[in-house]
Structures are given as structure tokens and as C-alpha cells.
């Protein structure tokens, strides 16, 4: 068995950690818990330091994100499994994300079901971001969002440059696993109401999720943002020349100005996913170079 960190992000969630550390301390196989303090107002930090797991305390709140990175770092184990401190995540599910691991994949996600989602406005957006998640990586994702995922280490720091310091780092995590050609593989989970308000705005961060959904499809795979624009315009031109040529036997300025488009936004994506591949095979190189 490899070692197995626990990190688990908190603001203001001392409520949620009564719930969820005491069933974590029972697994006799975890090599440490460790709570990074998002500047919690509450007794956040007292709650986990008196039950003896590793508190790590932001001196004030740096994000969700943030809190995700300062624990991956921190942590020693070869396995971490990352966990909110809501008490929506249960202990009892990490034995089967490790199985998963063990099968060879890089990265499991506790997948939630329909009836664990907080709201039908949280579940059908979630939906809306998987579908199109899917579509940019070429693989099903089936629930980008949730924040209970069990990750080989070395795999997980590769890319912590790109986590945001945000809401957003599984929706940046899942797309950079896909698209890097890493495993990623699915447990379904049932998530319980969490302790305490959310501190997720739905449409402040809606609007984040979508931007880093785009973000990292720019970013591993610029074509499959760049083309359909293309075409679009390509056949906006064609279409407005046979419109023109029909109707008053000429090509027009405006033809030319969308062909024109249409042929500059595929070059722009062709060049943008020449550069990628360069900057991804540098990245691997000096992952490669890190591990000897």
C-alpha cells in the first residue's frame, strides 16, 4: 500500500470538522490528516489541532485553491486524497477511491449522484459543465466539480501552477489529468448536506468554471476551441457569397472579411497548438529530470 496524506481545505467549517476528522483518525492506514485554515473566523483551527491531526493556518483567506496547494505541498504521503471539511465527504468512500488507484488509474473522483447536489440550479449546471468538459477532453466526465478525489502525488503537483486559487481547482485538475494522457476514473459517492453555508456563489463562480473550462481547452487542445469558430465563419462567408453572387452577381468586401476570419482564426489555433505541444513536452521533460 502506498502512503496516504488527507487534505482537507477549511473556512469557518469547525462545525463540519466534528463531523468528519474523528471518522477519518479511525483509519488506522492514513500516514496524516492535515487542515489548511483558510483565515477561518471560527475556531476552525482549535477544533483540528485538539483532535490532534496537522493544522495548517493561512493568515488570511487565500481561497479554496490556495488552501489545496499548501496542503499538497505540505503533504508527505504518495497518495492524497483531498476531502472538503463540510461533512458532505465520508471517510467510508476512501478505501474504495484507493482501490481504484491501485488498479492503475492516476486520479479516482468521488462522483456524486443527482440527489446529492445542493439545488436543481447546482445540479444542472454541474451537468452543463461535465457535457461540455467532456467535449473539450474527448473523454465522459462525470462530475467535475466535486471536490473528494484521491490522486497520485507526483501526478497532482505537476500541475499546481495552473490551480487556481478559486473555487475551480477540480474543474483544472480533472481537464489538465485528461488532456496530459493520465487515468482519471470515477466512484459514485453519496454526498451529505453539508454543515454550515456554502461559500459558493452559483452564478459568481458559474461564470469562473466556464472560464476555466475554456482556459484549459486553450491550453491542451487550442483546435477544438479555434476550428468550429472557424468554420462558422467560413460558412458565414460562403454563404453570403452565394447570396451576393445570386443576387447581384458580385464578391463582396463583406465575403472576403469573413473568409478572411475564418482562414486567420485557423492559423491563430494551428499555431496555438503547435506552441502547447512545446510547452507540455518541456513540462513532462522537467517532471522527468525532478523524479530522477
Given amino acids: 500500500m502506498p502512503t496516504i ?52 493556518c493561512h493568515p488570511y483567506s487565500m481561497g479554496n485553491g490556495a488552501a489545496i496547494k499548501t496542503g499538497a505541498r505540505a503533504a508527505t504521503g504518495e497518495v492524497i486524497v483531498f476531502m472538503d471539511g463540510d461533512g458532505q465527504h465520508q471517510a467510508k468512500d476512501i478505501p474504495a477511491l484507493l482501490a481504484m488507484l491501485e488498479e492503475g488509474y492516476d486520479m479516482v473522483v468521488g462522483a ?45 503537483r505537476e500541475f499546481l501552477y495552473l490551480l487556481p486559487n478559486g473555487f475551480s481547482y477540480p474543474t483544472t485538475s480533472t481537464m489538465a489529468f485528461f488532456r496530459a494522457g493520465y487515468s482519471v476514473g470515477y466512484y459514485p459517492i453519496t454526498a451529505l448536506k453539508r ?34 469558430v472557424s ?23 463583406m465575403s472576403a472579411l469573413l473568409l478572411s476570419t475564418s482562414v486567420i482564426i485557423f492559423l491563430i489555433g494551428l499555431v496555438s497548438e503547435q506552441i502547447t505541444s512545446l510547452m507540455y513536452q518541456q513540462t513532462a521533460e522537467v517532471s522527468k529530470k525532478d523524479k530522477a
Fill in 231 to 253: 468554420v462558422l465563419f467560413f460558412l458565414l462567408g460562403s454563404g453570403y457569397y452565394l447570396y451576393t453572387f445570386l443576387a447581384i452577381g458580385r464578391f463582396t468586401n
Fill in 112 to 156: 456524486r449522484s443527482s440527489g446529492s447536489q445542493a439545488s436543481v440550479g447546482r445540479w444542472a449546471a454541474n451537468s452543463f459543465y461535465n457535457r461540455l468538459a467532456s467535449l473539450m477532453v474527448g473523454h465522459k466526465v462525470e462530475d467535475l466539480t466535486s471536490g473528494f478525489r484521491a490522486v497520485r502525488a507526483d501526478r497532482f
Fill in 5 to 56: 496524506s488527507v487534505v482537507l481545505p477549511a473556512k469557518n467549517e469547525a462545525e463540519g470538522l466534528k463531523r468528519v476528522l474523528p471518522a477519518l483518525l479511525e483509519m488506522k492506514v492514513l500516514l496524516e490528516i492535515i487542515v489548511v485554515d483558510d483565515g477561518s473566523e471560527d475556531d476552525t483551527a482549535k477544533t483540528a489541532a485538539d483532535l490532534g491531526v496537522t493544522v495548517i
Fill in 195 to 228: 454543515e454550515g453555508k456554502s461559500h459558493i456563489n452559483l452564478l459568481r463562480d458559474g461564470v469562473r468554471f466556464l472560464l476555466i473550462i475554456f482556459k484549459i481547452g486553450t491550453l491542451y487542445s487550442p483546435l477544438k476551441l479555434y476550428l468550429p
